[in-house]
């Protein structure tokens, strides 16, 4: 089925620890991003991309990296976990200058202990 | 940059009771404005949209909008709420002709009780 695919769909880590998000979608949509939801924050924006070899950084990009090699691929890394990263991360994506809005994935909740 | 304010992290109301979840923000620019659904352990869902045109939206499951532009104001609502409305829904901005970053509200925790 067409959309947005994120794994794994749960994840512990240890505190330290460093590991990759997966995110694909095959709508051949330009725009992705990565969110975070906490309770009681709404989903805060973390980097996002306009397109293959262009990143930008969101609203809460420390802790984390991204590439975009592919329009299919957008692959979020945390680099060295911390407590204070556990959360549900989203995936999302829609065409560059779209009005659609955005296309979400089913989350991954990721906890580090 | 923008901005948006839902004015109730949460809502209880009976079913079959009429529902209004409320929506303020703030844009020096004009904005495209959208309501989002999360169901218990999903992602979010595009439940309607403003662009242009008439100020008063339809999206799915029976939800409407009325966008207020005096107002800065994008209200969501339904006439008769059901047990299966329960859900978070997120109202969010983005700038038109401007980047593509939606920007979304803390969320509204919709209970329907029997």
């Known amino acids: 089925n067409a959309g947005v695919t994120q794994t794994p769909k749960f994840q512990v880590l240890k505190t330290g620890q460093s590991m990759t998000l997966q995110c694909a979608q095959d709508m051949n949509h330009e725009y992705m991003s990565w969110y975070r939801q906490d309770p009681g924050m709404g989903l805060r924006l973390i980097h996002y991309s306009v397109g293959a070899g262009i990143t930008d950084q969101g609203e809460v990009p420390n802790g984390y990296n991204v590439s975009r090699s592919t329009t299919e691929d957008f692959p979020l890394r945390l680099l060295s976990a911390a407590p204070s990263q556990t959360s549900v991360y989203f995936c999302?994506?829609?065409?560059?200058?779209?009005?659609?809005?955005?296309?979400f994935g089913s989350g991954t909740r990721l906890t580090v202990v | 940059a923008q901005s948006v304010t839902q004015l109730d992290s949460q809502v209880p109301v009976f079913e079959e009771a009429p529902v209004e979840l409320r929506c303020n923000y703030s844009s020096s620019v004009s904005v495209y404005l959208f309501w989002y659904v999360q169901y218990p352990n999903q992602g979010l869902q595009l439940l309607l949209k403003?662009?242009?045109?008439?100020?008063l939206v339809k999206g799915i499951n029976g939800f409407e909008a009325e966008f207020n532009k005096s107002q800065t104001s994008f209200h969501l609502r339904k006439p008769s709420v059901h047990i299966s409305d329960t859900a978070e829904y997120f109202c969010a901005v983005s700038a038109k002709g401007g980047s593509e970053k939606l920007v979304f509200g803390k969320g509204t925790k919709l209970t329907v009780n029997p």
């Open positions: 403003y662009l242009s045109g008439s100020t």
């Open positions: 999302a994506s829609s065409y560059v200058r779209g009005k659609n809005g955005y296309t």
